[in-house]
């Protein structure tokens, strides 16, 4: 049971390049999600997708895009990284709908550690 | 302003003490809470979750809602070294939305 693999791990670019980040999960989770974490600033979300075939914008969507290609799998994609764009970035999976209101936690990646140049 | 707050810290506590760290959030809808550990260069790790007014205990832990007052607090009793850590309070808007605060910085001295 793998929980949630993100790939690459590490990554850098150049100015106006563009590249995806694969996430997948293997927990059976509806929902899934993107974050990036700079220093000082936490987790900001910016896409998520509550299940299959939905994403919406979260915090900071801007310059990104995202695809929830089928239950497991959602990536994310730079068209013209900048080096704002610097940054770690966080999959995550939970299961939300348990009623009330209520979901699961949020289970995370290990990360990718993207540096724009 | 973000819609979680936590105070960035470092809070500074020594060995054996209780350390008591704050959240507040904005969406009166919320449901669901989470308090998250991280350790630099790691991923978030659940600590506690909790659902409803009032106290949660886990061993060292304690996670305390105010849904009235919209604030939810961890406390760590008897905080070891090894507690040292960003703590992440993180917040289930209405919807599917998972919100994070931007951490508080606990530093455990032996």
């Known amino acids: 049971n793998a929980g949630v693999t993100q790939t690459p791990k590490f990554q850098v670019l150049k100015t106006g390049q563009s590249m995806t980040l694969q996430c997948a999960q293997d927990m059976n989770h509806n929902s899934m999600y993107w974050y990036r974490q700079d220093p000082g600033m936490g987790l900001r979300l910016i896409y998520y997708s509550a299940s299959e075939g939905t994403t919406d914008k979260g915090e900071v969507p801007n310059g990104y895009n995202v695809s929830r290609l089928n239950k497991r799998e959602f990536s994310l994609r730079l068209e013209s990284a900048a080096p704002s764009q610097t940054s770690v970035y966080f999959c995550a999976s939970r299961k939300v709908g348990l009623g009330r209101g209520r979901s699961t936690e949020a289970f995370f990646g290990q990360g990718t550690r993207l540096t724009v140049v | 302003q973000k819609e979680v707050e936590q105070n960035s810290g470092p809070l500074s506590v020594p060995e054996g003490a209780i350390a008591s760290l704050n959240c507040t959030y904005s969406d009166r809808g919320s449901q669901s809470f989470f308090w998250y550990r991280q350790y630099s260069g790691k991923s978030p790790e659940l600590i506690m979750f909790?659902?409803?007014?009032g106290d949660k205990e886990d061993g060292r832990f304690t996670a305390q809602l105010n849904k009235a007052s919209q604030y939810v607090s961890l406390l760590i009793r008897d905080s070891q070294p090894s507690d040292s850590a960003t703590y992440l309070c993180a917040v289930n808007q209405a919807g599917t939305a998972l919100i994070f605060g931007k951490g508080t910085t606990l530093s455990v001295s032996s």
């Open positions: 909790i659902y409803s007014n």
